[in-house]
């Protein structure tokens, strides 16, 4: 049985190879025991796995792709939301291109 160690392990996105792992660890012991299934999927948790199935890789979710944008695309709009929302709070603001 293999233990994760959270407290170091990273939060990187999901690789194609890891989601066939969960696939075949799903196929395997069902999409109950998540515990068993994440000693299958070697540095994610069972959490993790969890989410992932739950939230992207689940047939039963209804989706051409779940979402039109990739997961790279995704972080970006919430990277430029945070910054704009950060900026909003300090007073300051960026540069439009062209300005003085």
Not at 89 to 97: F, V, W
Request: a positive charge; proline letters at 5%.
């Amino acid at each position: 049985m293999h233990y994760h160690n959270t407290a170091t392990q990273s939060r990187s996105a999901w690789t194609e190879q890891e989601d066939e792992l969960l696939r075949q660890a799903v196929a395997k012991f069902g999409d109950r025991a998540w515990a068993t299934v994440a000693n299958d999927v070697p540095g994610r948790s069972s959490k993790s796995c969890s989410d992932r199935w739950r939230n992207f890789l689940s047939p039963d979710i209804e989706h051409p792709r779940k979402s039109p944008f990739t997961e790279w695309e995704v972080a970006v709009v919430v990277l430029v939301r945070l910054t704009d929302h950060r900026r909003a709070r300090t007073g300051t603001t960026a540069k439009q291109p062209g300005s003085q």
